[in-house]
C-alpha cells in the first residue's frame, strides 16, 4: 500500500483532526442530525439542458431574470461570507501574473494556503475508496459556509426560493464556500451532501456539474474534480469551481481528434501539452456529452487510474486528464526541484493556473519550471494509448488516431525537448511494492 504523508487543503472552518469525534449536540450549525432540524437555504433550480427558455420564476411569481442570474447569485453569497470572515486569508490580496511564453501560464502567490494545517496519511494507490463518516465530511461544515442548494429542473424554467427547507429525506445538492480559496468566488459543489457519497464519478454528479456551468453561462466560470490519488483531499463528492477572466492554457492547446462517438461527441488529444489530456466536445446534447465523458470516468475508476476533469465553455467542453503524480512521488521518482515547490498538480494546475506556496518560485516563476513540473504529472504516451484504448471500449469507440494523422506526436517541453525521465510505466493499478512515504505540503 503507497501512502504519503501530506497535508490536505483545509475547506471548511470546521474540519479537524481525521477520527475526532464531534461532541454530542455539537451547537456549530452544522448539517447533522443534531443541528440540520429547521434549517433553510436558497435554492436554485436550474433550467432543462435540452429544452430553451430564459424565464425565472421567484416564489412561483414569473419575472424577467436578470443577467447570468446564478452568476450574481454565487459572487453576492460568496461576497457576504468573505465580508463575514469566514475565510483563511484574503485572496483577493494575493499577487497573480501570467508568466511570459507562448503557453500563457498563469502564476498565483498563495502562502497562506498551506499553513495551520494538521498532517494527515492519505493512501494514493486506491481511486476508490468507502467513504468514511470518522472522517472530516460534508456534514460538518458549518451551516454558514453554505451558499444555497441547486438542482437541475425538470423543465425550461429556472426556479428561485429564497428560503427553502433542506430536506433530509431528500437529500440536497449544495453550493458551499471553500474556505481556503484559489480565486474570487471559489465554491464547491456537493452533490446529495447527505448521501454522504466517496469521491467518485457518477452519470448523475457530473451532469449536474455540466448544469451548473451551463447555466453560469459565463466561460470563465469552469468547474473543476480531482479523483482520488489526483490530489482530492476529502473523500466526500465534490466539485470545484471558480472564476477567473482569462483562457486557462490547456484551453489554448492545439488538438487532433481521434474519434467520434455515435450521439455525435468529439474526442480528441491535446497536442504539445506538458500533460497528456483528452477533450470531449460536441454530441447531440449536453447529456450525451456529459453520459460519455461519465462513462469514460467510471472506467478509469474501475481500472484505479488517478484523473483530474475540467468543465469548460459553459458546459460545452469537458477535459480529461489521466495523471501520475502521486504515484511517481509515493515511489521516489520526483525530482527533487519539483518537490521543493510544495505543488500538488491538481486540476486547477494541470490547467494552467499555478498556485505557488513560495515566493522564490513565484518570483522565479517561468514556463519551462511550469512545464517541468506538469510533466511529471503526465502518463507516458505508451501509457496513454492504453488508458485512453480503455476508455474507448468503454464508450463503444476504437482509437482511429493513426487514420487521421499518420504520425506519431512526441509530447515536447517548452524548449523543444522530449520529456522522457525513465522508462517506467505510471499510471496503472498498483498491486505490489513496498509502502513509501514523502512529505507533501498543499
Known amino acids: 500500500m503507497l501512502k504519503i504523508k501530506r497535508v490536505p487543503t483545509v475547506v471548511s472552518n470546521y474540519q479537524k483532526d481525521d477520527g475526532a469525534e464531534d461532541p454530542v449536540g455539537c451547537g456549530r450549525n452544522c448539517l447533522g442530525a443534531?443541528?440540520?432540524?429547521?434549517?433553510?437555504?436558497?435554492?436554485?433550480?436550474?433550467?432543462?439542458?435540452?429544452?430553451s427558455g430564459e424565464k425565472l420564476v421567484i416564489s412561483h411569481e414569473a419575472i424577467e431574470p436578470p443577467v447570468a442570474f446564478l452568476e450574481s447569485l454565487v459572487l453576492g453569497e460568496w461576497e457576504d461570507r468573505f465580508q463575514r470572515g469566514l475565510f483563511r486569508y484574503d485572496v483577493t490580496a494575493c499577487e497573480t501574473k501570467v508568466i511570459p511564453g507562448k503557453y500563457g501560464f498563469v502564476a498565483q502567490l498563495n502562502e497562506g494556503r498551506h499553513l495551520k494545517k494538521r498532517p494527515t496519511e492519505f493512501r494514493v494507490d486506491k481511486v476508490l475508496q468507502s467513504f468514511d463518516g470518522s472522517k472530516f465530511n460534508f456534514t460538518?461544515?458549518?451551516?454558514?459556509?453554505?451558499?444555497?442548494?441547486?438542482?437541475?429542473?425538470?423543465?425550461?424554467?429556472?426556479?428561485?426560493?429564497?428560503?427553502?427547507p433542506i430536506d433530509p429525506e431528500n437529500s440536497p445538492s449544495v453550493v458551499a464556500i471553500n474556505v481556503s480559496p484559489i480565486e474570487y468566488g471559489h465554491v464547491l459543489l456537493i452533490?446529495?451532501?447527505?448521501?454522504?457519497?466517496?469521491q467518485r464519478i457518477d452519470h448523475k454528479s457530473l451532469l449536474l456539474a455540466v448544469h451548473m456551468a451551463a447555466e453560469a453561462a459565463n466561460p470563465y466560470f469552469?468547474?473543476?474534480?480531482?479523483?482520488?490519488?489526483?490530489?482530492?483531499?476529502?473523500?466526500?463528492?465534490?466539485?470545484?469551481?471558480?472564476?477567473?477572466?482569462?483562457?486557462?492554457?490547456?484551453?489554448?492547446?492545439?488538438?487532433?481528434?481521434?474519434?467520434t462517438t455515435v450521439s455525435g461527441v468529439k474526442i480528441?488529444?491535446?497536442?504539445?501539452?506538458?500533460?497528456?489530456?483528452?477533450?470531449?466536445?460536441?454530441?447531440?446534447?449536453?447529456?450525451?456529452?456529459?453520459?460519455?465523458?461519465?462513462?469514460?470516468?467510471?472506467?478509469?475508476?474501475?481500472?484505479?487510474?488517478?484523473?483530474?476533469?475540467?468543465?469548460?465553455?459553459?458546459?460545452?467542453?469537458?477535459?480529461?486528464?489521466?495523471q501520475c503524480y502521486a504515484e511517481k512521488q509515493a515511489l521516489g521518482e520526483v525530482s527533487p526541484e519539483v518537490l521543493e515547490t510544495q505543488v500538488n498538480p491538481a486540476v486547477w494546475e494541470i490547467s494552467g493556473h499555478m498556485v505557488l506556496k513560495r515566493k522564490e518560485d513565484y518570483e522565479g516563476a517561468s514556463e519551462d519550471?511550469?512545464?517541468?513540473?506538469?510533466?511529471?504529472?503526465?502518463?507516458?504516451?505508451?501509457?496513454?494509448?492504453?488508458?485512453?484504448?480503455?476508455?474507448?471500449?468503454?464508450?463503444g469507440c476504437s482509437n482511429q488516431e493513426e487514420d487521421l494523422?499518420?504520425?506519431?506526436?512526441?509530447?515536447?517541453?517548452?524548449?523543444?525537448?522530449?520529456?522522457?525521465?525513465?522508462?517506467?510505466?505510471?499510471?496503472?493499478?498498483?498491486?505490489?511494492?513496498?509502502?513509501?512515504?514523502?512529505?507533501?505540503?498543499?
Request: aromatic share 8%; with cysteine; net charge neutral.
Open 34 to 51: 443534531c443541528c440540520l432540524n429547521g434549517a433553510r437555504l436558497p435554492l436554485y433550480a436550474c433550467k432543462n439542458l435540452v429544452k
Open 140 to 164: 460538518k461544515v458549518g451551516q454558514e459556509e453554505l451558499l444555497f442548494q441547486f438542482e437541475a429542473g425538470e423543465d425550461a424554467q429556472v426556479q428561485f426560493f429564497p428560503c427553502m
Open 191 to 198: 452533490p446529495r451532501v447527505l448521501d454522504c457519497l466517496p
Open 222 to 259: 469552469r468547474l473543476g474534480y480531482n479523483s482520488l490519488g489526483a490530489f482530492a483531499t476529502i473523500n466526500h463528492l465534490h466539485f470545484q469551481a471558480y472564476y477567473l477572466a482569462m483562457p486557462f492554457p490547456l484551453e489554448k492547446a492545439p488538438t487532433k481528434k481521434i474519434t
Open 268 to 322: 480528441s488529444e491535446l497536442l504539445s501539452y506538458p500533460v497528456r489530456s483528452l477533450l470531449f466536445k460536441g454530441g447531440s446534447s449536453m447529456q450525451e456529452l456529459s453520459d460519455t465523458v461519465s462513462d469514460c470516468c467510471v472506467c478509469l475508476q474501475n481500472n484505479n487510474i488517478p484523473f483530474n476533469i475540467l468543465i469548460s465553455d459553459c458546459g460545452r467542453q469537458i477535459f480529461l486528464m489521466p
Open 369 to 395: 519550471n511550469a512545464w517541468r513540473l506538469l510533466a511529471e504529472a503526465s502518463l507516458s504516451e505508451e501509457r496513454f494509448k492504453e488508458v485512453t484504448a480503455l476508455a474507448f471500449e468503454a464508450i
Open 405 to 442: 494523422e499518420g504520425t506519431i506526436v512526441h509530447q515536447q517541453n517548452s524548449s523543444g525537448n522530449v520529456n522522457q525521465k525513465s522508462n517506467r510505466t505510471h499510471g496503472g493499478p498498483i498491486t505490489n511494492g513496498t509502502a513509501a512515504e514523502c512529505l507533501v505540503l498543499q
